[in-house]
């Protein structure tokens, strides 16, 4: 019995780590942009300095952050920033990256040159 439990208890160790390790935010590379969930579009915002947003609040609606899980940990060009409202957000090369709530199907890139401040991310 205390060996099927010790068995158990590494599995889930291994399970627990491997989950943790983890880092590499669910986004992909597609006809040269960066996409995230379902294939819609990511993009930059020039107003953002390195490492923190500057869209929030309302812009935060138009433009809803690439969010990460609070465990999300750092790998590559890929960061972490923590916005001002605590939560985490996925960053590419130092820039915050976010959807559009305008694009409507994978592949839709309408914020790209929106306002000559919004640019879809390149990898």
């Keep these: 019995m205390v060996r099927t439990f010790s068995f158990s208890a590494l599995g889930l160790a291994a399970v627990l780590v491997a989950g943790t390790a983890f880092a590499a935010p669910p986004a992909k590379t597609s006809n040269g942009v960066l996409v995230g969930e379902k294939g819609m579009t990511l993009y930059t915002f020039d107003k953002d300095s390195a490492g923190k947003s500057a869209c929030n609040g309302p812009c935060a609606t138009n ?54 401040v919004w640019h879809a991310a390149k990898p």
């Design 63 to 116: 433009w809803p952050p690439f969010m990460a899980p609070a465990s999300a940990k750092a790998e590559g060009d890929w960061s972490v920033v923590t916005r001002d409202d605590g939560s985490k957000q996925w960053a590419v090369k130092g820039k915050p990256l976010y959807y559009w709530t305008k694009d409507k199907a994978a592949g839709d890139k309408t914020g790209d040159g929106f306002n000559n």
